[in-house]
């Protein structure tokens, strides 16, 4: 075994100096009744060929592949890596080292998060990041955990129904066994969040919404702080396409006070769900109740700049159960592929990048209304959005996926008002004559 | 000893990314627009992102540099207690990157995704069958995460027969992370001491147990690297009063094939994948913390899970005893996948060779370097062994100078000061993938440290001398935040 470095004289040398028997006399200690009897179901070890093959297999029993035209968001999105990104991420110093606990030799990470740190903070309008949660998803019911510690006595938040549901389900699995209740808010004609019901609402923590929301509609977060902060509570917002920023007001100019979502967009592969990067910062005031890790700058004795892990007192490893989450490691290289991502950007890069989805999707939403497709929601988009076909859309979905196009995501499962209602995504990655296929595909 | 492995090296300085670049660069490619330009309401546009524009050399340049101040795995020996850095397979990189399964988009119908789908089948089965439990979540995104999906298995348990438990035993020998992970279920911790021998009681668990303890949360083999011997009792005493047993199962790479965790009383286990499994630490994460079950417990565990149904697989959320979800898709699947080559590869016997070398090493280096080290627990270890500075201490020498002086000599520190139990503890975990030859070295290399802590202990309250940045300054990081750079700089 290629891995296994020891040589049978070398075990024997070995067990000779610790006065065991054999390899086996090694486990003494466990009881004969906690052993493992009988062998397990595992194939055959492969060889790294038959390993390729295997995965080539595997590979070919999937409908789509990177050649696929996906016009699917909801959460995960395809834009461009560039191999600068792939490469770099990948180098071993980075990828095969652990938190750093030995500031001094991992100052490649420390410096690296602490950039990323600063960049995210810049895009998203606040004063402190962390250094990421595990996914969009557990940092939005992360900082709805921390509205809910900063309030102390209240026990209640709204979401809104306009949050991707996914979130909205890993937001009650977390909250609900710790006695917290989570209300759902309505989202309007427009597509935007109805928050005329907040002043009937007491016991509120914090409201959280999404922006551009599931829909792809872009919230009117400004107008929504002022109500949420009316009704005395914390305004959280988050997100599951952060290039929207690249364009968009950013959430903390629009007075959010906690922030956070995905980060898969800026570098990272959609991998089927994961990993992806747990975006999270918030305004300072509330620094010291943030959940996960974070880097400081510092001096060394001689008086260089250097970066550690600060603030310590907040973790599970010295709080114990006070602490602000139990979360340890986190989505590190995700973390560090995000910050290389947006360095390759830099600031002009997001903006044109971020304008060319913006102005491809409404050249798509512009063809399928023409074709006789339905807008549902009236309000603004980014690079998402919900129409309505005429027709049942099924058999011409079929036809673009023969053409390796996947069409758009049926909202029935998730949303049972809205069977029949298709949410699309247009990225980059998306050329004016496969949308044209499609509009024609709607239009025959 | 051969010629040591630090040395000065060449090191370049690098400044922070916005002190480089220039207006108007830009290092990645952005394809021509295609399209008219769509108007936007200015109400909705932001200002300019403050962001640096660099060109692609800079970026390079940059993050190569940064990269050449970190150590990993592939640069050398990483004995860092409790976190199992054994050597991370770079066939795995390639596997996870296969472009159909990288591009795989997470929403999409069943149909479409058979490859991806049969991968979690099968590994749920894979880990299954290695822990003796009958079945598998694969969501939960690192370590804690299973812990707390956990946590949550246990309240839904409790409450699905009618009782609600706020307390649960911690002994002093688990991971860090448990007493944070059932206080976000609303569990209250309650402590439990080991004895002398580092073991637990089961007389003590059963004075701890109530009806109003939901359980123990326990991690064997435990953070002394001992195993609990007593475990059935244990399990049994808490079982006989209602609650259920967790097991850590972090240390799992000590025990691959030796026990059957369902054997040894444990109804909930996590498995740190990127520990066992070799999957790269990256860092700090992604890691992934699949959580294992026994029958009783399996409609509890979250969903969606892939089943088989003939011979097509799909995911499977219509069951409504489920905690529900804990990640917005089906967890860190990239790491998944590296996971399950790494099983493929390895087969049975080489998992269990594995654990056993991993246990070989660690007993190798606690028998020679005992008479140079304190050891407060002087019996066999499993996978990694723990040391005091109790002999160093009249030197005035601590742990810390030890571990930043194994630095200046091209090793990463062991874990230090934990587990608390331990005072000045040093936590060494070698890992199978170190061949004797380097084991060698690091146990002569710690003997010279010990030396030099009698002669020369200003070498080693200096250390390390020999890096890039020499020891830093916590107490003002944290007393002064600076966590993010100074906007317009």
């Known amino acids: 075994m290629r891995y296994l470095p020891h040589t049978p004289e070398e075990i024997a040398a070995m067990l000779a100096t610790i006065g065991a028997p054999n390899l086996d006399g090694l486990f003494d200690t466990v009881p004969t009744d906690c052993r493992m009897t009988g062998s397990w179901s595992l194939p055959a070890p492969k060889n790294e060929w038959e390993l390729n093959e295997h995965m080539r297999a595997l590979a070919s029993a999937m409908q789509t592949n990177n050649r696929t035209k996906v016009l699917v968001g909801a959460g995960s999105y395809q834009h461009h890596i560039p191999e600068t990104v792939r490469n770099l991420a990948s180098r071993s110093e980075f990828l095969t080292a652990y938190t750093p606990y030995q500031p001094e030799m991992a100052q490649g990470t420390l410096q690296g998060i602490f950039e990323y740190q600063t960049l995210t903070a810049r895009l998203l309008g606040v004063d402190v990041v962390n250094a990421s949660m595990y996914d969009g998803a557990s940092a939005l019911a992360e900082a709805l955990l921390m509205g809910l510690r900063i309030a102390k006595k209240h026990k209640r938040v709204a979401v809104s129904k306009a949050i991707h549901p996914h979130y909205r389900a890993v937001v009650r699995a977390y909250l609900q066994p710790a006695g917290f209740e989570v209300v759902e808010l309505e989202f309007l004609a427009s597509g935007r969040t109805d928050l005329s019901g907040l002043a009937d609402l007491d016991d509120l923590a914090a409201v959280a919404l999404q922006s551009p929301n599931f829909f792809g509609v872009i919230e009117d977060l400004e107008g929504s702080g002022t109500a949420i902060h009316g009704v005395g509570a914390l305004f959280v917002t988050c997100f599951t396409e952060p290039l929207a920023y690249g364009l968009l007001r950013n959430p903390g100019s629009c007075g959010a006070d906690i922030v956070c979502g995905e980060g898969q967009s800026f570098g990272i592969a959609p991998s089927f769900g994961g990993p992806g990067l747990g975006m999270f910062g918030c305004k300072e005031p509330f620094t010291r109740n943030l959940p996960g890790r974070l880097v400081g700058e510092t001096k060394d004795l001689e008086g260089r700049r250097g970066y550690v892990l600060t603030l310590a007192t907040r973790e599970q490893h010295i709080r114990r159960e006070k602490a602000t989450s139990n979360i340890c490691s986190n989505q590190g290289i995700c973390a560090l592929t995000a910050a290389m991502y947006l360095a390759s950007l830099g600031g002009t890069g997001i903006r044109q990048l971020a304008r060319l989805n913006h102005d491809k999707t409404q050249y798509l939403l512009n063809s399928l209304v023409k074709a006789g497709a339905r807008r549902l929601f009236g309000g603004p988009v980014f690079n998402e959005f919900v129409v309505e076909f005429p027709a049942d859309f099924r058999p011409a979905r079929e036809r673009l996926l023969a053409e390796n196009i996947v069409a758009g995501l049926d909202l029935g499962a998730l949303y049972p008002e809205l069977a029949d209602c298709y949410l699309f995504c247009v990225t980059e990655m998306i050329s004016k004559q496969t949308m044209d296929t499609i509009a024609a595909e709607v239009g025959a | ?489």
């Open chain 2, 1 to 489: 000893m051969s010629e040591i492995l630090g040395t000065g090296g060449l090191i370049l300085n690098e400044p922070l990314l916005w002190h480089k670049g220039k207006k108007g660069r830009i290092g990645m490619s952005i394809p021509a627009s295609d399209v008219p330009a769509a108007p936007i309401d200015r109400h909705l546009l932001g200002e300019a992102v403050d962001f640096p524009d660099l060109s692609e050399v800079d970026v390079v340049r940059h993050y190569t540099r940064l990269s050449q101040w970190n150590f990993g795995v592939d640069s050398g020996m990483y004995p860092l207690g409790s976190c199992t850095m054994k050597y991370n397979p770079k066939t795995n990189e390639r596997q996870a990157a296969t472009p159909a399964i990288a591009s795989a988009h997470p929403m999409l119908a069943d149909d479409l995704c058979q490859g991806t789908l049969q991968l979690l089948y099968e590994l749920q089965q894979f880990l299954a069958t290695i822990t003796g439990l009958d079945a598998v979540s694969l969501q939960p995104a690192a370590g804690a995460h299973g812990e707390l999906t956990g946590m949550l298995i246990f309240h839904a348990w409790h409450r699905s027969r009618g009782s609600q438990r706020h307390k649960i035993l911690i002994p002093d020998t688990a991971h860090g992370t448990n007493p944070a992970s059932a206080a976000l279920c609303g569990f209250k911790a309650v402590p439990v001491k080991s004895d002398e021998q580092g073991m637990l009681d089961p007389a003590l668990v059963a004075s701890l147990m109530d009806e109003d303890t939901a359980g123990i949360m326990l991690t064997n083999p435990n953070t002394l690297g001992l195993f609990e011997e007593r475990i059935r009792e244990i399990a049994a005493v808490v079982h006989a009063k209602g609650g259920l047993v967790y097991g850590d199962g972090a240390n799992m790479n000590a025990v691959l094939g030796v026990i059957d965790v369902k054997h040894c009383g444990i109804d909930v286990l996590h498995l740190n994948l990127h520990k066992t499994f070799s999957t790269p630490h990256g860092g700090g994460g992604p890691g992934a913390g699949p959580v294992c079950v026994t029958r009783e417990l399996e409609p509890f565990l979250p969903v969606p899970r892939a089943i088989k149904v003939g011979d097509r697989y799909r995911l499977d959320s219509d069951q409504p005893l489920s905690i529900g979800r804990i990640h917005a898709f089906h967890g860190n699947f990239g790491v998944l996948v590296r996971a399950y080559s790494y099983i493929l590869t390895m087969g049975e016997a080489g998992l269990k060779k594995a654990s056993q070398l991993a246990v070989l090493n660690a007993n190798y280096i606690k028998e020679q370097l005992k008479d140079v080290l304190h050891l407060p627990y002087d019996r066999p270890c499993m996978h990694e062994c723990v040391f005091s500075d109790h002999k160093q201490q009249e030197y005035k020498i601590s742990t810390v100078d030890m571990a930043k002086r194994l630095i200046d000599y091209g090793y990463h520190p062991p874990t230090i000061y934990f587990p608390l139990v331990v005072h000045g503890a040093m936590m060494i975990e070698p890992t199978e993938t170190e061949c004797k030859d380097d084991i060698d070295q690091f146990i002569a290399t710690l003997k010279i440290i010990t030396k030099e802590a009698v002669e020369q202990p200003e070498l080693l309250r200096q250390a390390p001398q020999r890096t890039k940045v020499r020891r830093l300054d916590e107490v003002q990081a944290a007393r002064c935040p600076c966590l993010i750079g100074p906007s317009g700089d």
